[in-house]
């Protein structure tokens, strides 16, 4: 069995990642791997949806401080949906929750997107 | 009778692949201590860090050495020695966490250290027989069997 993999799919110009597994020192690659493949397309709205990841190291943490500049500096943005107790604990005990949008839903993440572009125009 | 506490040694090379092992080894322990899924896998995750510090910071990456896990159920504690023959690392070495580098810097260095310090009650480093161990203890909620 695979330690992590990562479903993608795009919705309403949102890049939606489904991470499965852990993310560590050794299964970071591949997450990363996805959002690198997501900023080479141009997509900048991505949403993480957390639902099926047992954690988070601090590997995994750094893939994310080390994409967003590139993603924010493109008016884009890295959300978060969905998260267990012990990944948002994680984020909480970083401070990670003031760093990053977290939502409940992957619906309402996607949703804030749109939200945010009909406040724009 | 009762059953004995289980405790369990294990070497593994220092390797990233083996990380998954370590977290399944972790995970099935704590909760034979007694605790919770989710603080089985936060215990996991710091024994996870752990190992990671190791193979990076004390063998340098290199994937030929060997790294020892002694997971031990004490009973009012839970215990994982992590232990590396590798250079010694000075813990008060390791970069304190701040949060607002995180962004201007991109500055992830200390994460791993931190998260062990604050999933565990201690962690706390020693230098014994030429080798390096990193010592991690969860005390156990005392309502817990």
Do not use: W
Request: charged fraction near 25%.
């Amino acid at each position: 069995m695979s330690e992590l993999t990562v479903e993608t799919r795009d919705v309403e110009g949102v890049t939606l990642l489904y991470p499965k597994g852990f993310i560590n020192a050794h299964t970071v690659r591949v997450f990363e791997g996805e959002i690198q493949k997501a900023l080479a397309q141009g997509r900048f709205k991505i949403v993480v949806n957390c639902g099926g990841l047992a954690y988070i190291a601090s590997a995994g943490l750094g893939a994310i401080m080390g994409a967003i500049e590139e993603i924010r500096g493109n008016g884009g943005d890295l959300r978060l949906a969905n998260l267990n107790e012990t990944v948002r604990n994680i984020f909480e005990i970083l401070g990670f929750n003031h760093l990053y949008r977290i939502y409940a839903s992957e619906v309402e993440a996607i949703t804030s997107f749109r939200r945010a572009e009909e406040a724009g125009s | 009778m009762r059953a004995p506490k289980p405790s369990l040694m294990i070497s593994i090379p220092s390797q990233t692949s083996f990380l998954g092992l370590v977290r399944e080894i972790t995970k099935k322990m704590a909760e034979s201590a007694g605790f919770t899924d989710g603080t089985a896998e936060r215990l996991a995750l710091a024994v996870d860090e752990a190992t990671t510090n190791v193979i990076e910071h004390a063998y340098h990456g290199s994937g030929d050495r060997e790294i020892e896990l002694r997971i031990e159920d004490r009973g009012p504690e839970f215990r994982v020695e992590v232990v590396d023959s590798g250079a010694t690392v000075d813990p008060r070495a390791v970069p304190r966490v701040d949060l607002d580098r995180y962004v201007t810097e991109r500055r992830t260095g200390g994460l791993g250290v931190h998260l062990m310090g604050k999933i565990m009650d201690s962690v706390t480093f020693r230098r014994s027989a030429r080798r390096n161990v990193c010592c991690l203890v969860k005390r156990k909620d005392p309502a817990a069997p």
